[in-house]
């Protein structure tokens, strides 16, 4: 799935204009890169969290021409799925009984011979 296609779907969803759902979904990626930039930890329930790690400076090689390179120390972004993402995404039974939505109540019929309460 693309940007736009995603921009597309939340469009669809939620009878907004393109633009609309192109500035809500630009608005949760900047929050996302905001959030990782600053060290925060982002956590949604149910999908995963996002989190930066730190890699640490190493001597790597050009594969063209096999001369030594310094690879700095940095960050990098790391998104860790929840297990109802990964159930979903596997098709587990507990997942898709855990993302159906809940039958509806049903109570039993009142009897005749039961008394009314105030």
Do not use: C, H, W
Not at 3 to 30: G, N
Request: net charge positive; charged share 30%; proline share 12%.
């Amino acid at each position: 799935m693309t940007k736009a296609e995603l921009i597309e779907d939340v469009s669809r969803a939620v009878e907004m204009s393109r633009k609309d759902s192109e500035v809500i979904v630009e608005t949760i990626f900047e929050s996302i890169v905001k959030s990782l930039r600053t060290g925060d930890k982002i956590e949604i329930r149910g999908f995963g969290s996002f989190r930066t790690r730190q890699r640490k400076a190493r001597v790597g090689r050009n594969p063209k021409t096999g001369a030594r390179v310094d690879v700095p120390a940095k960050k990098i972004p790391y998104f860790k799925p929840s297990k109802e993402l990964k159930d979903l995404v596997n098709g587990t039974p507990e997942a898709e009984a855990a993302a159906a939505p809940p039958p509806p109540a049903t109570f039993p019929p009142a009897s005749p011979s039961s008394p009314a309460t105030p």
